[in-house]
C-alpha cells in the first residue's frame, strides 16, 4: 500500500520517526500487537480507535485490513500528515479527531477495539489508570484493548533497570515513574525538546492496570523494538477484552 512516507519528518534514528510535539517517536514497522490490532480491527463491522496515532502507521494498516478508525492525537498537525497518507479509496473510512489522555471522552459501548501504542507511558500513573478504565467504558461487550508502552528497558532510562525491579519488587505501584525525564539526557541536549517526565511500565503492571478497570487479559508481554539496537523487552503489550 502507497504510504506517502515522503510526507513524514526526516529522522536521525532509523526505524524511528520524530513526532511535531517532542512527545517521543513513532516507529516505522507495526509491533506485532500494533499488527493484531489492524488485523482484528478489519474484521469488525465496529468502528476502531486508535489514540495517539502520531502519523498513523497502525491506521493505515487497519484501513487497509477493511476496519472504519477514529484516529486521534494530541498533535493536529499528525493528523493532517495522516489524512494525505490514507489513500483515496479509504478515506470515507476514516475519522481524525484532536484528542488529549486522560481527558479526551467518547459515549459508551462506542468501539470494537481500541489501541494505544507507545502511548500510556507519557502519563502519571493516576491518568494511565483513568484512561484505561475510560476505554472499558468506551469499547462495546467482548471489544478489545491492544496496549503497547515503553519498558524500563529501552531509552536513556535503561540504565537504571536495577532501580526500576527494586522498586517494583518493594511493591510500589508505578516503579519506573521518573519525575525529571532531564536527568538522562546527555549533554547540550535541550530540556524542551523532551517530555517533563515519563513513566516506563512492564507486561506485569499494566495488566494489572486493566484487571482493576474490569477486562480480562488475552496476552501480556514483552515486545521487541523497531531500530537496530532493539532487545526483546523494548515495549510492554497487552491485550485485554472486555466481558
Known amino acids: 500500500m502507497p504510504e506517502n512516507n515522503d510526507l513524514l519528518p526526516d529522522s536521525p534514528v532509523e526505524g524511528l520517526v520524530p513526532t511535531l510535539n517532542n512527545t517521543g517517536w513513532m516507529t516505522v514497522a507495526l509491533d506485532e500487537i500494533s499488527t493484531d490490532f489492524a488485523r482484528y480491527a478489519g474484521t469488525l463491522d465496529d468502528e ?58 467518547f459515549e459508551p459501548a462506542t468501539f470494537g477495539a481500541v489501541l494505544a501504542s507507545r502511548v500510556l507511558h507519557f502519563l502519571n500513573g493516576a491518568d ?11 469499547l462495546k461487550p467482548g471489544g478489545r484493548a491492544y496496549l503497547v508502552a515503553d519498558s524500563p528497558y529501552v531509552g536513556p532510562w535503561r540504565d537504571h533497570a536495577a532501580e ?19 536527568q538522562f539526557l546527555p549533554p547540550g541536549t535541550d530540556p ?52
Request: glycine share 8%; with cysteine.
Open 164 to 182: 526500576y525491579e527494586r522498586r517494583k519488587a518493594a511493591g510500589e505501584d508505578w516503579p519506573g515513574f521518573i519525575a525529571d525525564y532531564a
Open 128 to 138: 494511565v489508570e483513568l484512561t484505561v478504565r475510560k476505554m472499558h467504558d468506551w
Open 48 to 105: 476502531v480507535l486508535d489514540v495517539g496515532c502520531a502519523y498513523g502507521i497502525a491506521t493505515l494498516a487497519a484501513l487497509e485490513a477493511g476496519a472504519r478508525v477514529l484516529a486521534c492525537d494530541i498533535e493536529p498537525r499528525h493528523l493532517d500528515i495522516l489524512a494525505e497518507r490514507v489513500p483515496e479509496h479509504l478515506r470515507g473510512n476514516v475519522r481524525c479527531q484532536t484528542a488529549v489522555l486522560p481527558d479526551v471522552d
Open 192 to 243: 524542551a525538546e523532551h517530555p517533563d517526565y515519563i513513566n516506563p511500565m512492564d507486561p506485569d503492571i499494566l495488566a494489572r492496570v486493566c484487571i482493576a478497570a474490569g477486562f480480562d487479559i488475552l496476552e501480556a508481554r514483552f515486545l521487541r523494538g523497531g531500530t537496530a539496537n532493539s532487545s526483546d523487552r523494548d515495549h510492554a503489550g497487552v491485550v485485554a477484552v472486555k466481558p
